[in-house]
T-cell receptor
Framework: AQTVTQSQPEMSVQEAETVTLSCTYD???????LFWYKQPPSRQMILVIRQEAYKQQNATENRFSVNFQKAAKSFSLKISDSQLGDTAMYFC??????????????FGEGTQLTVNP | DGGITQSPKYLFRKEGQNVTLSCEQNLNHDAMYWYRQDPGQGLRLIYY???????QKGDIAEGYSVSREKKESFPLTVTSAQKNPTAFYLC????????????FGPGTRLTVL
């Protein structure tokens, strides 16, 4: 079974600064996908970024980028130029590659990020 | 607008009653999922469905039931057998299962009185 660990329950950052959220995972699979979702106070789960394990290049989406270290099974999220609207719970999630059966997301326990003005 | 809707947003139930949570999507996605979220925790998978008239148990299916009679709809029934049903319930969908990103609805907060 896969496990996902987020070792930082809470973090805070000043507006306009950069912050990095950590995530490690455990799997014996070679092909898989990793995700960061954010959950603001509205509790809507919003996709932030997705990384395919077969890609060596780290995914980026505007101010959000990841540092994917496959050998170390590490998948950190960097948020640059932090904004007040980035305040949310951030979840790291793992998904096996399965063509013929249901794909399940395995979630970490989340990191609550607070951006201070 | 395409998206996933869940209703109601808040739901209250007396102990011993069954209750059904609605999830509808107009994204033409094949796969749909139900997750449960407890305070301070990540999401756990209850049930998922790859196609109409087919569904599989997730990690915490006991006390829950689902149906998938239409592609657009995947209702979840919380039965009286579920020992601790108070939680936040999230529905998700993906184009197909296996490798596609899951997108989430706004959620339903269920409270058992």
């Amino acid at each position: 079974a896969q496990t996902v660990t987020q070792s930082q329950p809470e973090m805070s950052v000043q507006e306009a600064e950069t912050v990095t959220l950590s995530c490690t995972y455990d799997t014996s699979e070679n092909n898989y996908y990793l995700f960061w979702y954010k959950q603001p106070p509205s509790r809507q789960m919003i996709l932030v970024i997705r990384q395919e394990a077969y890609k060596q290049q780290n995914a980026t989406e505007n101010r959000f980028s990841v540092n994917f270290q496959k050998a170390a099974k590490s998948f950190s999220l960097k948020i640059s130029d932090s904004q007040l609207g980035d305040t949310a719970m951030y979840f790291c999630a793992f998904m096996r590659e399965q063509e013929t059966s249901g794909s399940r997301l395995t979630f970490g326990e989340g990191t609550q990020l607070t951006v201070n003005p | 607008d395409g998206g996933i809707t869940q209703s109601p947003k808040y739901l209250f139930r007396k102990e011993g009653q069954n209750v059904t949570l609605s999830c509808e999507q107009n994204l033409n996605h094949d796969a749909m999922y139900w997750y449960r979220q407890d305070p301070g925790q990540g999401l756990r998978l209850i049930y998922y469905s790859q196609i109409v008239n087919d569904f599989q148990k997730g990690d915490i299916a006991e006390g829950y039931s689902v149906s998938r009679e239409k592609k657009e709809s995947f209702p979840l029934t919380v039965t009286s057998a579920q020992k601790n049903p108070t939680a936040f319930y999230l529905c998700a969908s993906s184009i197909r299962s296996g490798i596609d990103t899951q997108y989430f609805g706004p959620g339903t907060r269920l409270t058992v009185l």
